[in-house]
């Protein structure tokens, strides 16, 4: 299996655009988490899904963020619109039940 | 509340054992798991450990486990450039049916640096 896959792996855009960035889980696991990484913060969670349905989104910062998981080989997480403030490397990581997460190579977000 | 805190920074001579401390505050954490990320890189797990252990090892990794004060630790044997990257202490609590409930809380990473 090649892994997490992330796309892009960097966006740069502009305040107030929309932001859409990608995630496609090993194939089998069936938890998917999105989390934000910044030096202030370290890693924050945002949202994760079981079997394709979000399970807690209480780590989502505001309604200008939000997730989807169509299918179980694909989830998406949303800003609209963008603001500098959501600069940040965001990870997608899956698990198969027991949480040995694995994690993508991250999308580093840019918003100028 | 949920909370993992870790030293921010560790630097040691290559060929010297390294070791990463950890604390939670979460008594019903059932796993407690060690990340490393090298620069530019995603987090990649070097390994766990299960609540009802005490220790763990593996190759150059040795994980101890002090439930009562709610420690964990890493210990990097033979420490070499390569491992020069944060590594991160994460916990998570077990979920209704077994297996974790599945989101991992994170320690804010101990960046360490070796020396030749």
């Known amino acids: 299996d090649a892994g997490v896959i992330q796309s892009p792996r960097h966006e740069v855009t502009e305040m107030g655009q929309e932001v859409t960035l990608r995630c496609k889980p090993i194939s089998g696991h069936d938890y998917l988490f999105w989390y934000r990484q910044t030096m202030m913060r370290g890693l924050e969670l945002l949202i994760y899904f079981n079997n394709n349905v979000p399970i807690d989104d209480s780590g989502m910062p505001e309604d200008r963020f939000s997730a989807k998981m169509p299918n179980a080989s694909f989830s998406t997480l949303k800003i609209q619109p963008s603001e500098p403030r959501d600069s940040a490397v965001y990870f997608c990581?899956?698990?198969?039940?027991?949480?040995?997460?694995?994690f993508g190579q991250g999308t580093r977000l840019t918003v100028v | 509340g949920e909370d993992v805190e870790q030293s921010l920074f560790l630097s040691v001579r290559e060929g010297d054992s390294s070791v990463i401390n950890c604390t939670y505050t979460?008594?019903?954490?059932?796993?407690l798991y060690w990340y490393k990320q090298e620069p530019g890189a995603g987090l990649q797990l070097l390994t766990y450990?299960?609540?009802?252990?005490d220790m763990k090892q593996d190759q150059r990794l040795t994980v101890l486990l002090n439930k009562k004060d709610k420690h964990l630790s890493l210990r990097i044997a033979d420490t070499q450039t390569g491992d020069s990257a944060i590594y991160f202490c994460?916990?998570?609590?077990?979920?209704?049916?077994?297996?974790?409930?599945?989101?991992?809380?994170f320690g804010k990473g101990t960046k360490l640096s070796v020396k030749p």
């Open positions: 990581a899956s698990s198969l039940r027991r949480a040995r997460a694995f």
């Open positions: 994460a916990e998570s609590m077990e979920g209704n049916y077994g297996g974790s409930q599945g989101n991992l809380i």
């Open positions: 450990i299960f609540s009802n252990m």
């Open positions: 979460d008594s019903s954490s059932t796993y």
